[in-house]
């Protein structure tokens, strides 16, 4: 009687499928496709033709950095000390503004997620902002924020000495500004898709929330941490606008591999080739290899 499992009563499925459905009706609940498992043919030229072309589109300007590039002083080049002074104090930044983005944007997205207050909608939307808020926007805006004349700045040099713009410390903090919204999204996502069940179980025990979110909730909701603060790292790394608004561009101080890669285009183009391809090849190296970890963590 059942050895074969009937179709389920009511709705059928459409005749295309009733061959395949007819025995075994389908399992409910998400599913992931194996090789064995996906749709047999060839794509439809429609879809196979603008994904080529936008495949063409992102990947035809890095093989030109590829092809154009200076080989034969490759090595000469990446060893001068700009370039390396430059590399240096992208890598140290972007890590620092990493770091930041860490210990403020966890706990924000976590607020976003977990807690309901009025006005959450608005608090989501501010903090996706920077998003597409022209980068050098947000370098003017921190420049009227913690300039010296800027409405904390002042305030910060005339009681503490403590000034930003035109500094290391500026490099930090406008990195932080334009990458922590990356952070916040990844990990908010993540929170919100994390089964409540395991939370609800340690509180029953007696755990306390700060001990349910440090030995529950962040180890459920890691891999988005972890995706978080790559695309954050990468972000930053990447910063230009904001960093020449607001910390300018002095070498070895505020100098940054874009800011390295702008000033040697209008003198030295080669140059600014070798500085394009290593920024390029730490960045692909990086997130090749933290996006491997945390992919095979969520799987």
């Known amino acids: 009687m059942w050895g074969v499992v009937p179709p389920r009563r009511g709705r059928q499925a459409p005749k295309a499928l009733r061959g395949v459905w007819g025995v075994v009706p389908p399992r409910r609940g998400r599913q992931t496709l194996r090789d064995s498992d996906r749709l047999p043919g060839r794509p439809p030229l429609v879809l196979l033709v603008p994904a080529l072309a936008g495949l ?91 300039g010296r004349r800027g409405l904390v700045g002042g305030w910060l040099d005339s009681t503490f000495g403590i000034t930003f713009p035109f500094t290391t410390a500026g490099v930090v903090l406008a990195e932080t500004f334009v990458a922590m919204p990356f952070l916040v999204i990844s990990v908010e996502g993540a929170l919100r898709a994390a089964d409540l069940r395991y939370e609800e179980a340690a509180a029953t025990l007696g755990a306390g929330r700060w001990t349910i979110f440090r030995r529950v909730t962040l180890p459920l909701v890691a891999p988005g941490v972890v995706a978080g603060a790559v695309l954050c790292w990468a972000r930053a790394l990447g910063e230009f606008g904001a960093t020449i608004t607001f910390a300018g561009n002095f070498p070895g101080r505020t100098q940054t591999m874009p800011l390295a890669v702008y000033l040697a285009l209008e003198t030295d183009p080669e140059a600014a080739i070798v500085l394009s391809l290593v920024l390029l090849a730490v960045s692909v190296v990086v997130l090749a290899a933290l996006r491997g970890r945390w992919m095979e963590t969520s799987g």
Request: some cysteine.
């Open 56 to 146: 063409g589109f992102l990947v035809l300007p890095l093989l030109g950095l590829l092809v154009r590039a200076p080989w034969s002083t490759l090595g000469t080049r990446i060893m001068q000390p700009q370039v390396l002074d430059a590399l240096r104090l992208s890598m140290v930044t972007a890590t620092l503004a990493t770091g930041l983005c860490l210990l403020f944007g966890v706990p924000l997205a976590w607020t976003l997620a977990r807690v309901r207050f009025p006005g959450a909608g608005l608090v989501r939307a501010l903090v996706t902002v920077p998003l597409v808020l022209p980068p050098v926007v947000g370098g003017v805006a921190l420049l009227l924020v913690l």
